[in-house]
């Protein structure tokens, strides 16, 4: 097995910014003669299970010319796609999950309206308890009648955001529709993920959020509120997939954005791992290059936040790295 591959001849970085279907069939003929030039052997084989999480790499995310491109988006999927092809040998697993939504929920415009009866404008409107107190904000009455919930868990639910410390409740553009290309994977990305799959014979696992039309969900592993008003369930954690990711003998982490969804999720992980695998949190390590942070306007920039919590997470033991360093050099890793 060679130590470093370079970059396949097909990857061409400027189409990274670019929508096409990717070429299933050519690319499967390039894996295995792939496989065969460089003697990478199947994933099952590997001594040391490295697992790689992607965050949310999809077009709604990382592209220009969509809902809520994150600036930055593109060099980081760019570096992205190089370390994959260029550590390819020794990452087993490939999981990538994909924020998930519909029309009607509780970050979209149409759940909201004023006394005049006009919905928030999105990108820049956030709804705090005041506003809800004040009624300069309430849940649209069609939609509580259409999802049949009380118009009280407006309130329970923007109490709930405020004691537990999180962001206050922004009202997005309409993205990550389902069933819309805002939703697929960045092309450059599937690509890599495909040509993965095939050259180390593993699926890539697909992990969907964000359907829940009553809660927000940043995290892949947690929604950010779990119970309504009455104390009635109506999301939870995503155990599954944290029991498994603790199965890794490492996690990698990369993908958008910084100070949401990138963030929210190595917290969740960072909370099971000093719960039940302590000595684990040195095997997380979080690519820094391929993930960026939301800055709508100077008075909506998070840049300060998701800094502050990846310093956050390496004083708690997580590794900070760069996309160029091998994976035969990261710093605690046994690879082969």
Avoid at 168 to 182: D, N
Avoid at 279 to 308: G, H, M, N
Wanted: aromatic share 10%; hydrophobic share 40%.
């Amino acid at each position: 097995m060679t130590k470093y591959p370079p970059l396949p001849t097909f990857f061409q970085a400027e189409r990274v910014a670019q929508v096409w279907p990717v070429p299933y069939q050519q690319r499967a003929k390039d894996a295995k003669n792939w496989t065969k030039q460089y003697h990478i052997q199947p994933a099952k084989n590997d001594r040391h299970r490295i697992a790689l999480l992607l965050i949310d790499v999809q077009n709604t995310f990382c592209l220009p010319e969509f809902e809520l491109y994150v600036k930055g988006a593109i060099e980081d999927n760019r570096r992205l796609c190089q370390f994959i092809y260029h550590n390819l040998p020794y990452i087993t697993e490939i999981i990538a999950t994909q924020d998930t939504h519909n029309a009607l929920q509780i970050f979209h415009p149409i759940f909201w309206v004023n006394p005049e009866g006009e919905h928030p404008t999105p990108g820049v409107t956030q709804i705090s308890l005041e506003d809800v107190k004040k009624g300069i904000w309430q849940v649209n009455p069609l939609v509580t009648e259409y999802l049949n919930i009380d118009p009280l868990y407006a309130l329970h639910y923007v109490q709930q955001l405020s004691q537990a410390g999180k962001y206050q409740l922004t009202i997005w553009p309409y993205h990550s529709m389902l069933g819309g290309i805002g939703h697929a994977l960045v092309s450059a990305v599937e690509e890599a993920l495909f040509f993965h799959s095939i050259a180390r014979t593993v699926p890539t696992t697909f992990d969907l959020k964000g359907n829940n039309p009553l809660t927000e969900n940043y995290s892949v592993l947690r929604a950010e509120i779990l119970e309504d008003q009455e104390g009635k369930v109506i999301a939870q954690k995503n155990s599954n997939l944290l029991e498994r990711l603790l199965q890794f003998d490492a996690v990698i982490i990369a993908g958008q954005a910084k100070s949401h969804c990138v963030a929210w999720t190595i917290r969740d992980l960072l909370t099971e791992i000093q719960a039940k695998k302590p000595q684990f949190v040195q095997k997380v390590y979080l690519l820094e290059d391929c993930t960026s942070p939301v800055v709508v306007s100077e008075e909506i920039d998070f840049t300060e936040l998701a800094d502050a919590a990846f310093q956050g997470f390496a004083q708690a033991g997580m590794q900070i790295v760069k996309s160029t360093l091998p994976l035969l050099e990261y710093p605690g890793l046994e690879v082969v």
